[in-house]
């Protein structure tokens, strides 16, 4: 293992500083390490100075692994083809990741565990990062695994024409050209500009960036299924059901323990409980508390939670009536009962969220804003100021998932009161996303998205910034770019926490869409299934997993 | 006062007022008619009413006492989103009786005309009307719905009035041929009386024989296939919007509240239990109904 | 007998076909542009324009129903827009699977209903008539998803004696996948007892007042024989000829079960493709079960013209 850099060794000073002054906690700490890639070493000489006792977080000391056994798991079927350079359903995310395998993957606490790249680190700037990559790794097709590869499918990723999700994350940071081979097992990406976030965009959160052999061509993935990772797919039936045999020469020694995983696909949240709650099945992928309310109570099943931020955006396009006041935005925002929808959707199960991407679970987020609290006069006097003192009209558009429908209808009621008469119109996933030019989402005057989790909100800001990708608001705000910009390009931690703060306080006085919450994922099992944790973006890891 | 209505006052009623004042004596004697009529008229007035009625509004949200079993204060329970299974209950009829008596009233209109014109023409008339008839017959009612609600629903997005009149109309249509059959039967019979023949000599035209002549003295048959029908209209209308293609969320209907909530079923039984009794409940007096009348009627 | 036979069938292709055209209208033609209707309000007239060239939808309609009415017949069904499967093999397994439900529920409902049918005409007008007449009366008339889940709330949440799901864990034995199928065929019997029932009764007590059967009574022949060899015999005609015009009913609540049950069977296959507008899924299983329907109540008339002999020949 190399040193650490001059670089990541002066950061390491800064960010002792932060925890000395109260600006930073333990857990953040470990966070930010591991982002700018410093080493055990390191972090533990880290801890000690900060005056930590502990060797910092290990997992909870388990009963020894049984070797074998098919693990039978349920989930919600891919929606199209499997292509991980362009996936973004659920049901193909999890499939891809049991094949191919991430440079690295964000843990639970946000921070990152390096996989197919072993250290990495950031020159000055932050503008050139540096990854040494895994020796010894190879595809499951034998082909030896290098910095070639890594260079192939980001260029793939990079290029316009794939329209993979992954060019959001990388709009105005990374561009093609910019990853560079330096030697066999070492690869430099040459950033647009500095930016300190980095290794989570090329981490499991931006969840395109598998990383696939430099000879791969797209659209054949689901036919002929590449990757370095535990698990090699045997058998795909679409809508029915996926075969997983345990890779015998992955680079993990003694790993996976299973032997096999076997899926069945199912898109009732009902018939998936009651498959596991009978024993057909010993896992479900994701257990939305709607729909499952009797599993938390059966003495066979166990469910695992992972906090998340996960969360649901309801925009509003700020260039059509009757949204292009803020005030009008603001009014819906304010008849809202957070804490209400949270009991009535998750029973207590999720966090509130106020209207902006800087999430609290982060470390850089403001905690101090205060939250929006439901005041109905308040919305009425919005309305009444923006020139609408009978209140309004819209139709919603809700997508068909999970939650969503039961929060629109509450949301409906609890706007109603204010003024707010909202119209739902309800539309299923596949129409909702559409595919190639014609995207909805991005085009209805009000709707209601599910995003999934990110380790950084840096992923997020695609959703809000000028011409951003996934801009379905068309919100715009020089103040609120530049605010972005200096947040993503500066390294320094107190004034990365400014621009966090400036962001989420524009955001929240715009209000071009609104958060209320964000949701805790759980992931429900049999009592043996072990070695399995719940994960707040749905992923699946199976590494470690193993029957008792 | 003239004499002429002195002698009118003093003369007995005719042969109708005094059959009709008996066939109402007869029904109100009726235990099937009368706890039909029973049955149905309470859902009428909850159908009305029942927003005067409850504690709660159907549509008021509670998200702090979710799927909350029977108690004092919710005697039926709340729902996931903490609304009054009982409100929801009571105002659930409404829906139901305003899709189902519409369609009945159509299905008798199209019934009935189709079989007026095709048992007073007879011959070539007859059997070609009669042939396009069957061809309705040729797909199972509630198919056939599925198919035309869901042809229409792209016309009728947004619109929960024009999505009401298709599932009558649907409903109406489908259910004109047991209707026309037997007003063609009613009227094959009547056609060769007295008073049709008589009518004929003194020349009056066809169309008028058959409303003003003949379909008075075949309203027992109609009113009994109307409320035969009432029935099959409840049973089609609910069991469509089980099948989500009737109205929309979030109405308190009946069919929808049961195909929506039968998630929770396992932990939350009384949010589809009693909309489902209720349902039951005046599909059988529906049919309670119409057997009382069906049994008076043809004495 | 093949006279009929022969007449039936040919008064049921024309029948086919014209259903089979108003099914083309319906599905393709009234909702409009097919590209519009996939695509969504969002979508630019190119790409509407594209996907409708695509489905061929800018050919003259004559042509489309043509092409359409071929390709089916040569059993060319096309890939379900949902499922991505070719349509032919998805319907005739979810076609098996639904024969499966209905014929546990025909089994054990047409002998019960009959039996009840004829001891409440053998006690006509005694207690045991009136329960059996009203029960089975009452039972009928009500939707079979709502006595689907009263069972559901009884049977399998509260006293837990039955699945919840319909379908069993793979490689069941023959068994467990009845214990499964058994909720949801009840419904389906209720609605069927009422029907069986009444006509059992009637056709019953028709024989039982004829000539024949009083002779037979009064020279003292044993009851048992008399009502089993000939009155039965009589009392099924009519018994038949309700569960023929009763298939209707029967293929609606199989929709209504499978749906509630969430049973893989045709029904719910052909609710699923309304729902969500698989146009190729849709047009097949409704021509399927009106071919089947059509067929089966030729098959139901068939039979009573068997067991009826003056229906043979014509009256």
Redesign the interface.
Known sequence: MTEDTPFQQEYADHLRHEVLNGHMTRRQLLVRASVIGLSTTAVARLLAACGSKSAGTTAPGTTQPKMGGTLRATMVSPTVAIEPTTMYDTGSIAIAQQVAEYLAWVNNDLTLRPVLAEKWSPDAAAQVWTFNLRKGVAFQDGKPFGADDVVATMNILLDPKTVSAAIASFQGILSPGGVVKVDDATVAFHLDQPNADFPYLVASTNYDCLILPSTYKLGTWQKNPVGTGPFMMTAYT??QSATFKKNPKYWQSGMPYLDGIQVTFNE????QG??LQ???VDMMLYTPV??S??LF?DPNVKVMTAPSTMHRELHMRVDTAPFTDKRVRQALAYSI?RP??I???FNGKAEIADDNVFFKQYPLAPQDLPDRAQDITKAKALLTAAGMPNGVSA?LFVEEYEEI??YA??L???AKPAGINL??????LT?WY?S?????WL??PMGITDWTFRGVPDQYFAAFVTNGIWNSSKFSDPAFDAAVKGYLTTVDETKRREYAKTGATILMDATPAIIPYTISVNRAMRQNVQGVTSDPAEFLDLTTAYLA | MTFDELAAQAAPPSERVLRRRYVVRRLLRSPTFLVGAGIVLFWIFMALFSTHVTRFGPLDIDPYHTLKALSRLHWFGTDENGRDVLARTLAGARSVLVVAPLAAVFCLFFGGTIGLISGYYKGYTDEIIMRFVDVLLSLPVIVAAIVVVSAFSSHTQGSPGAQAAVVILVIGILFTPPVARTIRAAVVSEREKEYVQAARLRGERAPFIMVAEILPNILAPIIVEGTVRLGYAVFTAATLSFLGFGVQAPSPDWGLTISLDRTVIQVAWWTVLFPALALASLVVGANLLADGVRKVLSE | MLRLIVRRLLFIVPTLLLVSIVIFLLVEVVPGDPGRVKLGPYASAEQVAQVDHQLGFDRPLAQRYVRWLGSFLTLHWGDSWNLGVPVFSLTMQRLWSSAQLAALALVIIIPLSILLGVVAALRRDGIADRIITVTSLSLTVIPEFVSGVVLIVLFAVTIKIFPVSAVAPAGSGPFTRIYHLILPAIPLMFVELGYIARMARAGMIEALDTAYVRTATLKGLPRRRIVVTHALRNALAPTVAVIGTQIGWLVGGLVVVETLFNYPGIGKLMADSATLKDVPVLEATVLVVAAIYMLSNLAADVIVALLNPRVRFGR
């Open positions: 679409p809508k009732q949240t009902q018939a009651l498959a009978a024993g057909s709607q729909g309310q009797a109570t009962d209400a929808l009991q009535a959707l139709t429908a039961q209808t509450l409906q009621a609890m119209k739902l119109n309800q539309v299923t129409y559409g190639g030019k014609n995207q909805p085009q209805a």
